[in-house]
Nanobody, 115 residues
């Protein structure tokens, strides 16, 4: 099993945008997850192997868009209208997710929304 690698995080002001990327095989459904300090990791959005978005968290509907380019083996999370409460470490993994001890969980990418 290969550890997934996320990228694209950073510091952004409220209302700003970021696009996260994750190298992932096109053969399985994938999800973006996030974990804020003191909270459990939870699903942000998921996408089928064929590229159909599913299961957006209520808190990100209308602001975040998940997509994938199977030719590039990459899954994206476009995040617009960012809010301070979106601050978290963002991870990608299969959907449904593996257990917390799965070696496929990467280091994640930090997203900080602050003025």
């Amino acid at each position: 099993q290969v550890q997934l690698v996320e990228s694209g995080g950073g510091l952004v002001q409220p209302g700003g945008s970021l696009r996260l990327s994750c190298a992932a095989s096109g053969s399985i459904a994938m999800g973006w997850y996030r974990q804020a300090p003191g909270k459990q990791r939870g699903l942000v959005a998921a996408i089928t192997s064929g590229g159909i978005p599913t299961n957006y968290a209520d808190s990100v509907k209308g602001r975040f868009t998940i997509s994938r380019d199977n030719a590039k083996n990459t899954v994206y999370l476009q995040m617009n209208s960012l809010k301070p409460e979106d601050t978290a470490v963002y991870y990608c993994n299969s959907y449904p997710p593996p257990g917390p001890r799965s070696p496929t969980w990467g280091q994640g990418t930090q997203v900080t929304v602050s003025s």
